[in-house]
């Protein structure tokens, strides 16, 4: 469900940002995924959001620790993928 990457951005759908400088890609799969497992909470669509937010934030900040790492590592080029 995720990887870092140090090659080229992937091919899918999706939509990019960067965050604290680093390139975060978030492929479609990502938020389909996350409706799935939220889908107990389709009756309204605040709750859904919500949920796909918090999931969405919690997995960045964990890609987040693999860039860290891949810094202090020394690796100049990579991206978060979440997939
Ligand atoms: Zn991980």
Do not use: C, Y
Request: positive net charge; aromatic residues 8%.
């Amino acid at each position: 469900m995720l990887s870092t990457q140090t090659a080229k951005a992937p091919r899918g759908f999706g939509f990019r940002l960067k965050v604290f400088g680093i390139p975060v890609t978030v492929e479609i799969t990502f938020v389909l995924m996350a409706v799935l497992l939220g889908s107990n909470r389709r009756a309204d669509a605040a709750p859904l959001i919500e949920w796909i937010g918090v999931v969405l934030v919690s997995v960045l900040f964990h890609e987040l620790g693999h860039a860290l790492i891949d810094l202090l590592r020394g690796h100049a080029k990579f991206q978060q993928v979440i997939t």
